[in-house]
């Protein structure tokens, strides 16, 4: 069964360099194969910096997580979760 969930940019500068970072790294942490859209248009692997940066995404853009990992759905919560958050934070 494909897990799905929707999430908000919280990020000021969207999602480029330090956010996808925290982001891609986050996602590589799950163990799960997890893929991220926006508009629903081109579908990427959330793991991949780089491809995740080629969606051009912005603060407030709306994206959508899927997976088709058993019992995802907590997972992508917490990914939606901290997408919605301020990641372009000094670490």
Request: aromatic content about 2%; charged content about 20%.
């Amino acid at each position: 069964m494909t897990s799905q969930v929707r999430a908000r940019i919280g990020s000021a500068v969207g999602l480029h360099a330090r956010p996808v970072s925290v982001f891609t790294r986050a996602v590589r942490a799950t163990g799960i194969a997890v893929t991220i859209s926006k508009d629903e248009c081109e579908v990427v692997n959330a793991a991949s910096p780089l491809l995740v940066m080629s969606l051009g995404i912005h603060f407030g853009d709306e994206v959508t997580l899927t997976s088709d990992a058993p019992d995802a759905d907590e997972t992508l919560a917490s990914l939606a979760e901290l997408l919605s958050t301020e990641l372009d934070v000094p670490s």
